[in-house]
């Protein structure tokens, strides 16, 4: 899977869950981290900034000056003398424990003179606790499966006539999507998140929709991997979630 082409795809899924679901909806901000999550896991580029405007009035990111950084007086030298985009978590490459740079975003970023945070990471948590955010800005997101965030997003497309963003998300597999863990077809149709954007793709037609080379198996690469959990998640002909 290219990282430019997840990129977009998860832009394009800020902007229809933003356009489909009026304000006040807090679920947002917990389809938004579960999507992020997904770009962290892989080789993407530092995004949000395409969709910044949805992602501050969604409260997915919180926006202060960086005097407000709780650090500051005590690193005021550094903080002053940032010119640049930069996240502010560090990290030792060398280091035993050293596993990646998935929470890069954890302490923040900034792009001066603004400091960044996102719900649910270390920064955004001791902007809550010196007071600086309250009442809902200052709840924690729910925790949220991709399944079941591709799922809204995919409802929301729908809703929207945007069918080729369904056959995206759906053509990235059950392995991108839920995970290896589902032993059986009778696991993953166990799974609400799974059953609900199968419906969205059969009542779609999204399946018919061409995707570039790479992105969804052919019946011959199918038959090639002999799995019948991948074969049953390209096949929409099923009754209640089950092959059929």
Known sequence: MSEHYLEDLVCE???????????PD???RSWFAALYACQRAHDCSHTQGRVLDVLLRRGHTYRFPIQ???????????????????????????????????????DG??????????????LWQRMVDEGRLHGTDAAAPGRTALIDAVAAVAAAAEQDGAVELIAMWH?????????????????????????????????????????????????DELDLLDDERESWWYSVDSVNGRAV
């Open 171 to 219: 053509g990235l597999g059950f392995s991108a999507l839920v995970g290896g863990t589902p032993l059986t077809v009778d696991d993953l149709a166990d799974i609400p998140g799974v059953v609900r954007l199968r419906e969205i793709v059969r009542r779609s037609g999204a399946m018919s929709v061409p995707l570039p080379d790479g992105y969804r198996p052919s019946e």
């Open 68 to 106: 407000d950084h709780p650090d500051y007086l005590r690193r005021r030298t550094f903080f002053d003398g940032l010119t640049r985009f930069r996240s502010l978590r560090e990290f030792d490459e060398d280091a035993d424990d050293f596993a990646g740079y998935a929470d890069e975003l954890e």
């Open 26 to 28: 807090d679920r947002l």
């Open 13 to 23: 899924s800020i902007l229809v869950l933003d356009s489909r679901h009026p304000e």
């Open 109 to 122: 970023y900034v792009d001066p003179p603004w400091l960044y945070c996102e719900v649910g990471t270390a």
